[in-house]
């Protein structure tokens, strides 16, 4: 069995930390990054390990709290940076990639394992969610974990760790995402036993007893626990979230935003994004293999390989469940990468055996996406504002000398100023305005920028921005003492 070649191993130990650069200078950009961000640290702050909060009073049901808990465990060990919200999520990718060097290897041979790391971890998709906070990174940890477990005893029994790591895979992916982590499991194994029989006494050695027990033990009480804190999760979550969301395209009942209404279809487009460039490689091959004799061999020496269809099922279960979806996310994808990486690895390896010039290619392929995130997070570092973020912002008002003066938004206020604020920033009206210009103190206000001029009319004052970014214009509105010495008759 043939080892990796000497320049794989030292590509992979650059890529793998490469994120570390982007998490670390990148602020974090509305909506949903920082919104997240903001639920862990709410969740640190408070001490509060049961309910994530969206915003005082009301609870998070969107997801479950695994993300959360691990993303306040860092801010608490890290402090309440972008780090520290996006590590856990380079954490996942790192153990994703260890299971399948170490799961794959007796299976497929070290080199497909080793290009299955490499591959999945370069998937754009992939590349993308281990620099951000995100719950998807979690579900397909655990989602992998019980595939690559599964693979190890359908193909030679596996030790007992691996039965169990079904079942522990399952338990992640419950905390991770919910219900939708049974059906990314059973699925593919399901399809997959009943296409080769021969296949079904991997399934009935499970153990099912105590597995499923073990599942419930870790899952079963945090969703328990929820309900009586907050009645009303489990219908939201378990009917709203997994059955209305993807049957009823006008779904309005989302409390956290609105619905993602695309056009049954929409997914394929995303899955070529989300696998890039692997993804359009791969179809490349597949096209060339008409014309190829030695492609052809390729393709055919791949498919004969061990659970080949196994990792089919994985691969194309989620995007073709997905097609007939209208509320849909990219990020959906995240847990169909992996059968995909394990495909693209079996045919990678025959390819390279077989057109020695294109090993090199592939190396540089490997690197493309990882080079063009980390340029990309460089020119956000120099320019943060180049994208919706209050980071700037929010420091500009927060690290003035003298005394603390409160920030307000007359906007709804972005997630992202809620984080860098640490919750300190408010969202005010044109009658809370009034109000605050009544009562004396001096305050920061942002305003739209399509609303600066009838804010200074409205306020009567000569307001001239310290500070702007892409939406907003930061005044400072002086004390009523000031304002009244500086116009007297009035």
């Not at 969703?223 to 059955?243: M, N, Q, R, S, W």
């Not at 305003?447 to 600066?452: E, G, V």
Request: with cysteine; charged share 15%; net charge positive.
């Amino acid at each position: 069995m043939q080892q990796p070649s000497k320049a794989v191993w030292p590509l992979f130990s650059l890529i793998l930390p490469l994120p570390l650069f982007s998490m670390t200078i990148v602020p974090f950009y509305d909506t949903s990054e920082p919104r997240y961000a903001e639920i862990a640290r709410v969740m640190a702050e408070t001490g509060d390990w049961i309910t994530p909060w969206f915003s005082d009073g009301v609870p998070f049901w969107g997801k479950p709290p695994l993300s959360f808990w691990a993303q306040a465990i860092s801010m608490r060990a890290f402090g309440y940076t972008e780090f520290a919200g996006r590590l856990p999520s380079w954490l996942c990718l790192v153990l994703t990639c260890i299971l399948f060097v170490i799961g794959l290897k007796p299976v497929l041979g070290a080199r497909v394992a080793l290009w299955t790391a490499i591959i999945y971890s370069t998937c754009t998709l992939a590349y993308i969610s281990s620099n951000a906070v995100l719950t998807d990174p979690f579900l397909a940890l655990g989602t992998t974990l019980s595939l690559v477990s599964f693979a190890r005893v359908a193909h030679g029994g596996g030790a007992q760790r691996w039965r169990y790591g079904v079942f522990l895979g399952l338990a992640i992916g419950l905390l991770a995402k919910g219900p939708l982590a049974v059906l990314v499991i059973a699925a593919p194994i399901g399809i997959w036993t009943v296409f080769h029989r021969n296949i079904r006494k991997a399934t009935v050695s499970l153990p099912w007893r105590n597995g499923l027990a073990l599942t419930l033990l870790l899952t079963l009480p945090w969703y328990v626990l929820a309900e009586i804190k907050t009645p009303g999760f489990i219908d939201y979550f378990i009917v709203g979230e997994h059955y209305r969301r993807f049957v009823d395209p006008g779904w309005a009942g989302d409390l956290y935003g609105s619905a993602h209404r695309r056009v049954h279809g929409t997914i394929w487009i995303y899955w070529l994004q989300a696998s890039f460039p692997w993804g359009l490689l791969a179809l490349a091959a597949v096209a060339g293999a008409y014309r190829s004799v030695r492609l052809r061999m390729a393709m055919q020496a791949a498919r004969e390989r061990p659970l080949f269809g196994y990792w089919m099922s994985s691969a194309l279960f989620v995007p073709v469940f997905f097609t007939f979806s209208a509320n849909i996310l990219w990020t959906y994808l995240l847990p169909s990468l992996a059968g995909f990486s394990v495909l693209a690895a079996m045919l990678a390896v025959e390819i390279m055996d077989r057109y020695a010039s294109l090993r090199g290619r592939l190396l540089w392929a490997a690197a493309l996406v990882p080079m063009a995130v980390s340029a990309g997070g460089a020119v956000m570092w120099m320019e943060p504002d180049l994208r919706n973020t209050e980071r700037e912002l929010v420091r500009y008002a927060m690290h003035q000398p003298g005394p603390s003066v409160p920030l307000f938004y007359l906007a709804e206020l972005p997630f992202s100023a809620q984080f860098y604020s640490a919750g300190h920033a408010r969202e005010i009206t044109e009658a809370d305005l009034a109000r605050l210009m009544t009562q004396g103190e001096a305050f920061y206000l942002a305003i739209p920028k399509d609303r600066l001029d009838a804010a200074v009319r409205d306020l009567h004052e000569p307001l001239l921005p310290v500070f702007s970014n892409k939406r907003f214009n930061l005044v400072r509105v002086p004390s009523a003492d000031l304002r009244r010495s500086r116009n007297p008759g009035a």
